[in-house]
């Protein structure tokens, strides 16, 4: 069973980029037909895809946020990582590192980490 483990900065000031990794256990970020997911949850609101990178390596982002995320990985260590650059206080949130596969959808999620954009 895949587990999933966010870490990075919980606070993160205005304008600055966010930086997050996950950790992937039990399972390869290159095993075919899965997807490595960022997921996030402002206070209060509901859940907000952010983007994911394919097990080929390829990203793919929300087209509201496209332009400030970067995902990218790194298979020796078996982590992904998310970027989300220029920040501003509605970027707080808690954010969820998922993956998912074609055969079984969503597989895993890890605990969530809550970063908050703030001077």
């Known amino acids: 069973q895949v587990q999933l483990q966010e870490s990075g900065p919980g606070l993160v000031k205005p304008s600055q980029t966010l930086s997050l990794t996950c950790t992937v256990s039990?399972?390869?970020?290159?095993?075919?037909?899965?997807?490595w997911n960022w997921i996030r949850q402002p206070p209060g609101k509901g859940l907000e895809w952010i983007g994911y990178?394919?097990?080929?390596?390829?990203?793919y982002y929300t087209p509201s946020l496209k332009s400030r995320t970067f995902i990218s990985r790194d298979t020796s260590k078996n982590q992904f990582t998310l970027q989300l650059s220029s920040v501003t206080p509605e970027d707080t949130a808690v954010y969820y590192c998922a993956s998912t596969s074609l055969a079984y959808g969503m597989e895993g999620w890890g605990k969530g980490t809550l970063v908050t954009v703030s001077s």
């Open positions: 990178i394919a097990y080929t390596g390829s990203a």
């Open positions: 039990g399972g390869s970020i290159t095993t075919n037909y899965y997807y």
